[in-house]
T-cell receptor, first 115, second 113 residues
């Protein structure tokens, strides 16, 4: 158990809908990261927050947004869903920022299926 | 830009044989390097990491990796494979000061009895 908690574990929704994925980082971790894992794209970095502020952005679509709240939990919002958004979405956390060699700890992921 | 390449999307070895998973990185400055393992239906678990201390890094479950700057490589090895090692392995690179960890495409390791 990494200590990173993600909900829901599985989600099935229809195209055009909006979903919210939730993440609670490890106790004491200030950084939260979101990754998308799909068969064709592999593990893609989406976005990173540090202590409530956005610090890095990767291949995140404009239909997607995220935030980190004062209690350090984070949410990833996916809207106008398309079939291609079906993937495993990981949240990860680290004590500091990854650019200092800090280890990133991953949750077990949220499986999103868009039908 | 930082990048990482894992040679071989699938590797199959016999139980008890040497495991060698290859990883090459691209970086103009010294990187931090990581190996993660993903078992079916689970998240990624850190095996080991290199942060510019010893070039030979020992990790969990008997795995180790050697940082070779001249070859820009960070290959993962284990002397004797166990059935429980069957999983997907990811190499990842982070450049000092950069705020993201970039992953390779992964190598699926199969262990034959």
């Amino acid at each position: 158990d990494s200590g990173v908690t993600q909900t829901p574990k599985h989600l099935i929704t229809a195209t055009g809908q909006r979903v919210t994925l939730r993440c609670s980082p490890r106790s004491g971790d200030l950084s939260v990261y979101w990754y998308q894992q799909s068969l064709d794209q592999g593990l893609q970095f989406l976005i990173q927050y540090y202590n409530g502020e956005e610090r890095a952005k990767g291949n995140i679509l404009e239909r997607f947004s995220a935030q980190q709240f004062p209690d350090l939990h984070s949410e990833l919002n996916l809207s106008s869903l398309e079939l291609g958004d079906s993937a495993l979405y990981f949240c990860a956390s680290s004590e500091g920022q990854v650019g200092s060699g800090n280890t990133i700890y991953f949750g077990e992921g949220s499986w999103l299926t868009v039908v | 830009a930082q990048s990482v390449t894992q040679l071989g999307s699938h590797v199959s070895v016999s139980e008890g044989a040497l495991v060698l998973l290859r990883c090459n990185y691209s970086s103009s400055v010294p990187p931090y390097l990581f190996w993660y393992v993903q078992y079916p239906n689970q998240g990624l678990q850190l095996l080991l990491k290199y942060t510019s201390a010893a070039t030979l890094v020992k990790g969990i479950n008997g795995f180790e990796a050697e940082f070779k700057k001249s070859e820009t490589s960070f290959h993962l090895t284990k002397p004797s494979a166990h059935m429980s090692d069957a999983a997907e392995y990811f190499c990842a690179v982070n450049i000092q000061g950069a705020q993201k960890l970039v992953f390779g495409q992964g190598t699926r390791l199969t262990i034959n009895p």
